[in-house]
Nanobody, 121 residues
Framework: VQLQASGGGLVQTGGSLRLSCTASGGSFSDYLMGWFRQAPGKEREFVKAISWNDNRYSADSVRGRFTISRDNAKNTVYLQMNSLNPEDTAVYYC????????????????WGQGTQVTVSS
């Protein structure tokens, strides 16, 4: 499975971005899909995940501001990010997992290349 993330960019505090991640080469609807982020000097951290049957999971830091969704017909998972602040600045990665666990990077089998999100103050 190959994952291609897009949609990152530079935005001001309080702004919004929508990230997309399109999968190819596998059965997208079978996978749990997740978003992680990694800021400079920090470990990769869980952001959001969505199961094959639309169960959704969230990190506390983004609950109420970020929304994950998926379109199985388009093999795409989205991350809508609202009310962004400088602490959200990071490289955002999408990932795919065949497991039911979602919170650790080790739970995932495939990773996209990452897209940079920068929030200016």
């Amino acid at each position: 499975v190959q994952l291609q993330a897009s949609g990152g960019g530079l935005v001001q505090t309080g702004g919004s971005l929508r990230l997309s991640c399109t999968a190819s080469g596998g059965s997208f609807s079978d996978y749990l899909m997740g978003w992680f982020r990694q800021a400079p000097g920090k470990e990769r951290e869980f952001v959001k995940a969505i199961s094959w049957n639309d169960n959704r999971y969230s990190a506390d830091s983004v609950r109420g501001r970020f929304t994950i969704s998926r379109d199985n017909a388009k093999n795409t998972v989205y991350l809508q990010m609202n009310s962004l602040n400088p602490e959200d600045t990071a490289v955002y990665y999408c990932a795919a997992s065949r497991r039911k666990y979602y919170r650790r990077p080790l739970d995932y089998d495939y990773w996209g290349q990452g897209t940079q999100v920068t929030v200016s103050s």
